[in-house]
């Protein structure tokens, strides 16, 4: 029987849109039209685009082309931590928050220096603000490419030790309890880490954290070829630590986010050594997401929705929540079984796992 259900609408906080940068990967424009088909009514973009989303006027002018794209999504760019995302010097938060940035994350990158980090949570703590952080310690990462599995002894891949995100989100953690800065994990990928956010959240800390569909969906345990529409950072977790993250949002703990993350087919057909890291998602990510915690682990319909809708609500500041309140409604059709066809994407790039793959919930299609 198909079904349609409609809830407040999803808002997915992190997304690539390469604008400017890499246009030939995903514009803002296109990032928008991907984000509306996909069921999305609003979006936050990562400041690592090239120059970096580190200046009011980086702010301004994605706010602007977004208002006369007429593709009913909303967007909300955030800004860098640091000064060019180089890690050195904390940006000027202030001037950032006025412009209209959500919240602070170097996406992409590691604020390695704690000094810089207190310093800039410190910061964002004064004005009510989230920080957001990529927790991966370059530092103990070593030019992994892959968690320890099957393929990577296989193909003799360059592995991510699972305390490269364990060490950082450790970290964080402890600067959260420092200053009280509002704290939330990106795109997280180990059960350790996952553990450590609960037991931050049973402390009373204001620490949340997202799981991707990918992170959610496929293990490494699984990856039989050396094909890099797998390779993403964080990487792809084992097998125990898939189940941690889906009992995780089962229990309220983790919200969702895509890590839309597009790429010129160039820099993404070398292999796990070669190639960069990332996949698009924002057209697939209310499928996989409703497959994996709806149908497979059970979850309540409502509570799975809110883990797209309510949950991402609170990394916004109080002063942007006016435009949260005027958000489309997100409608999806339940029992639909459809084909995963990446050609018919509108995103502008291709890398993606999941074409051919089957799901039955799908966003009501844009009219």
């Known amino acids: 029987m198909v ?11 992190h997304v690539h849109f390469r604008d400017p940068g890499v246009p030939e990967a995903e514009t803002t424009r296109s990032g928008l039209v991907a984000a509306a088909n996909g069921g999305f009514a609003a979006v936050v973009t990562m400041p690592n685009t090239s120059p970096a989303c580190d200046s009011p006027d980086a702010v301004h002018r994605q706010l602007e082309i977004a208002e006369s794209t007429c593709s009913g999504t909303l ?18 938060f202030e001037a950032l928050a006025e412009a209209g940035a959500a919240f602070f994350t170097d996406d992409g990158s590691y604020v390695a220096d704690d000094k810089v980090m207190e310093a800039a949570m410190t910061r964002a703590a004064n004005l009510n603000m989230c920080v957001c952080d990529h927790a991966m310690d370059p530092s103990i990462l070593a030019g992994g490419v892959i968690r320890d599995c099957a393929l990577a002894q296989k193909f003799s891949l360059p592995v991510v030790s699972p305390e490269t995100e364990i060490a950082a989100i450790r970290r964080d953690i402890s600067l959260c309890r420092k200053t009280g800065c509002r704290l939330h994990i990106q795109h997280i990928s180990t059960a350790v880490g996952v553990e450590l956010v609960r037991n931050a959240q049973r402390e009373g800390l204001p620490v949340t954290a997202e799981a991707t569909p990918h992170h959610l969906l496929l293990s490494c345990d699984s990856l039989v070829a050396d094909d890099a529409n797998f390779k993403m950072a964080p990487p792809l977790g084992n097998n125990e630590d898939r189940a941690e993250l889906r009992r995780a949002v089962k229990d309220g703990v983790l919200m969702f986010a895509t890590d839309h993350a597009p790429h010129p087919a160039a820099t993404k057909n070398r292999g796990f050594i070669a190639s960069a890291n990332g996949i698009i998602g924002l057209e697939t990510a209310i499928a996989i997401t409703y497959a994996v915690m709806v149908e497979e682990e059970g979850m309540p319909v409502v509570d799975w929705a809110k883990a797209w809708s309510e949950m991402p609500r609170g990394l ?8 949260l309140a005027h958000l489309e409604p997100t409608a999806i059709v339940v029992g639909e079984r459809r084909k995963v066809s990446v050609s018919d994407f ?22």
């Open 3 to 13: 079904q349609m259900l409609e809830f407040p609408g999803f808002i997915d906080v």
């Open 75 to 92: 967007l909300f760019p955030s800004a860098c931590i640091t000064k060019g995302r180089l890690g050195r010097e904390v940006a000027d």
């Open 316 to 323: 916004f500041p109080a002063h942007l929540r006016d435009r």
């Open 346 to 367: 509108s995103s502008l790039s291709r890398n993606c796992p999941y074409d051919g793959m089957v799901f039955d919930c799908w966003p009501k299609e844009v009219e």
